[in-house]
């Protein structure tokens, strides 16, 4: 369907506040406006679902793969597509593709993948974070560290050159590593700088906050924990205002218990948001990869090297919004918003993450069990469950 049309739900909900008997209309992939049903002029087109809810598509800035693909081990415009489309069965309409730790090459490789992609505006791409290597060996995780070493001049240079050419350009960098100077010039080139990977001291964060950092990587995650003496990056994550942090919600990177606590103390304006973390198994019944030449083992819902070491997750952002739902007994509005308007925010998305007046129409249709029925990206069905295929009149 070409031009203005409407489509409906029993409630959709706009990333602020939620709308009974709706309708939303798109023209051109964007949103125009919210409004009642009955306020639509007689032969308007319209799209009746019998969606139970409409509401902003799913933003992950972590994603490492799907679909079978492993960034890491295929870094090309044909593994961005596929890991994109994995993505968007689970709800997800806008996402950055992660490197891991890897060599100066395939780093070289990967980024020219990712301006291949945001040329060719493949669907879903935002553009890609790079997690490494400038990180810590005390807190590498699962990043091999025969690769982390800290940032040189040369190593600043090559990313400032290429800032802008590959989408949304973010980075995951450890204090130890990287200088509050090279921050402030990755900032100045448009780089979302995010805190990872590190044991650095919480009064040591603030210089980097300063320096234009504005994000943490996996909250609780390979960093430096909340002590009684010692508030680690987890505290200052915390208490800082500006700090927006990514959080794994399968159940197995961070406690239920632990997760209520931190959004409990959370300082805004700036939130906890959710990220998948998610590697190539997701839409596949792989049973594990390679990474950097370790074999990764999938079981139980779990990613781990043989040594048990959390490799990564095996969710999707859709299983996560229904975690901290139902798990968290998080208000759903706040449960959405935590997988759409807040990463948005923190990646400087503005389009992305809302359904008002001039955002882009990506959006869910969920039913009344809050399962997914289908994904829209830009005002057009790109994903429907086989349940749903003959509910929408075209």
């Known amino acids: 369907?070409?031009?203005?049309?409407?489509?409906t739900a029993t409630r959709i909900f706009d990333g602020h506040v939620m709308h009974a008997n709706a309708a939303m209309t798109v023209e051109a992939g964007r949103v125009v406006e919210i409004l009642p049903r009955d306020r639509l002029g007689a032969g308007f087109p319209v799209r009746e679902t019998g969606a139970a809810l409409i509401a902003p598509g799913y933003v992950d800035l972590q994603v490492n793969g799907g679909g079978g693909v492993l960034f890491n081990n295929d870094p090309t415009v044909q593994g961005i597509e596929t890991i994109c489309r994995a993505h968007a069965r689970f709800g997800t309409t806008a996402l950055m593709i992660t490197l891991i730790t890897d060599t100066p090459d395939v780093k070289k490789t990967a980024i020219g993948a990712g301006c291949d992609a945001a040329n060719k505006s493949i669907t879903g791409y935002l553009g890609l974070h790079l997690e490494?290597?400038?990180?810590?060996l005390a807190r590498k995780g699962t990043h091999d560290p025969a690769l982390i070493r800290p940032m040189t001049e040369d190593d600043l240079r090559y990313l400032e050159t290429e800032a802008g050419s590959f989408g949304l350009p973010m980075i995951t960098v450890a204090p130890e590593s990287v200088t509050p100077a090279q921050v402030a010039r990755l900032v100045a080139t448009g780089y979302r700088v995010?805190?990872?990977?590190?044991?650095t001291r919480c009064a040591d964060v603030s210089a980097y906050v300063e320096a234009g950092a504005t994000l943490v990587t996996h909250l609780f995650n390979a960093m430096s924990q909340l002590g009684n003496r010692e508030p680690g990056l987890v505290g200052a994550a915390l208490a800082s205002p500006a700090l927006h942090c990514g959080l794994i919600a399968d159940g197995f990177h961070v406690d239920p218990v632990t997760m209520r606590i931190a959004l409990a103390a959370k300082q805004h304006p700036a939130h906890i948001f959710l990220v998948t973390d998610a590697m190539s198994t997701i839409g596949t019944d792989s049973t594990g990869f390679d990474l950097n030449?370790?074999?990764v083992y999938r079981s139980g819902g779990r990613l781990t090297l043989a040594d048990g070491t959390l490799a990564g997750a095996d969710i999707d952002m859709h299983s996560c919004v229904r975690f901290v739902h139902e798990t968290l007994d998080l208000p759903l509005e706040e449960a959405l918003r935590m997988a759409a308007l807040y990463p948005a925010q923190a990646i400087g998305a503005t389009s992305k993450g809302c359904l008002t007046a001039g955002s882009d129409a990506d959006f869910v249709m969920l039913n009344d069990d809050l399962s997914l029925a289908s994904t829209w990206i830009a005002g057009e069905r790109i994903h429907q469950a086989e349940a749903v295929l003959n509910r929408i009149s075209a």
């Open 132 to 136: 490494g290597p400038h990180l810590s």
């Open 194 to 199: 995010s805190l990872g990977h590190t044991d």
């Open 1 to 7: 369907m070409s031009g203005r049309y409407a489509i």
């Open 293 to 295: 030449g370790r074999a």
